[in-house]
């Protein structure tokens, strides 16, 4: 039960990524221990510090790719002693467009420069589907030794956030709470058994007029749920209320999950 098992895989915390140290931790897979993140194997604590790459947006691909090498992009993240990546995604990118390449995608945009960049610099990438530059740089991430925490930061790729983006919250336009468990799940399974990505987090900041206790709990639980069974390896992230300022209420009313043990 989520709060009182000793190796609880259900992490609980606001979307802040940065810890206490600097300290490369090759843990996998990780679990929880009170507040604390820990090698299962060992029972030692796993010390992460976080950097954003954001691969939500529209191209849906992780940004910069038109910039830098890939390889370079993740030694700059080692040089300035991140040992951990939230990577961004779009919902959509699983359920819609998870077969499209990357160079179709771009053809309605008018971005020479972009495609430029990256036939330049990730000359690869444009012939890759949107998932397989997302493998490609999750190997990257891996071979420099970070580690992965995978974020569903939106559904339609896009900016996040406003009140009124149809993204925030569940039964939004663009919020279908059974195509976010689809997602959930598709991703989980693709990356179970990836000893780099060590975490999945249930959504980024929710918010917009429908937020309600009710399908918070309701679709928390599921999509935690989801998460675990596809892949019991990764720790859960979830997110409170009005751009995760929220978490009081489970002072009150914890969220009830069993996800079992890790092992």
Known sequence: M??????????????????????????YPLSTQNRW?????????????????????HAMIPEGLDRRPLKDIVAELV???FNCVRLTYAIYMWTRYGH?????????????????????????VLTMTHVQV??????ELGAQNVKVLLDNHVSDPKWCCHDDDENGFFHDRHFDPQEWIEGLTLAAKHFNRNHVVVAMSLRNELHGPRQNLHD????????????????????????????????????????????????
């Open 2 to 27: 989520l709060g009182t098992a000793s190796r609880s895989v259900f992490l609980l915390f606001l979307i802040v990524l940065i810890f206490a140290s600097s300290q490369y931790s090759n843990a």
């Open 37 to 57: 993140i820990i090698d299962e194997a060992t029972g030692q604590r796993a010390k992460l510090v976080c950097g954003n790459w954001a691969g939500h947006l």
């Open 79 to 81: 040089n300035r002693k």
């Open 100 to 124: 499209a390449k990357v160079n179709a995608t771009f053809a309605p945009f008018d971005a020479p420069e972009v495609l430029k960049g990256i036939a330049k610099n990730n000359p690869s």
């Open 134 to 139: 997302f493998d490609a740089v999750v190997h």
């Open 216 to 263: 918070w709990y309701r679709y928390m639980s599921q999509g935690a749920v989801a998460i675990h069974k596809a892949n019991p390896n990764v720790l859960v992230v979830i997110s409170g209320l009005n751009y995760d300022t929220e978490l009081q209420f489970l002072k009150n009313k914890p969220l009830k999950i069993d996800l079992g043990k890790k092992k």
